[in-house]
């Protein structure tokens, strides 16, 4: 009956999120330096000065999830096997 658990929890698969596939990841990362570079001139006196903080949340965004940029080794004692894990 235990052999049957472990089992059932090595067949199981981790599948990670590719956050470079989704479309908003897509979308920030090919455009929001554009609109950065253009925000001053275009939308500063409709909608007031960007706060530093909206950029500094997109960029850890376009980071999140990603190996690169931090991950955690993660073991199972049962059956040994490895995987990494991004840092979010």
């Known amino acids: 009956m235990v052999e049957d658990s472990r089992r059932k929890a090595t ?3 981790y599948k990670p999120r ?4 989704t479309p908003l ?3 920030l990362n090919g455009h929001f330096g554009e609109f950065l570079s ?5 939308f500063e006196s409709r909608y007031g000065r960007l706060s530093a903080h909206v950029q500094k949340v997109v960029e850890r965004y376009l980071r999140c999830g990603i ?3 931090g991950f955690a080794r993660i073991r199972c004692e049962a059956c ?3 995987l990494l894990l991004p840092l979010s």
């Open 67 to 69: 190996l690169e940029f």
């Open 38 to 42: 253009v925000y001053e001139d275009r």
């Open 11 to 13: 067949q199981s698969v």
């Open 80 to 82: 040994g096997r490895e």
């Open 25 to 27: 990841w897509r979308i």
């Open 18 to 21: 590719n956050p470079r596939k």
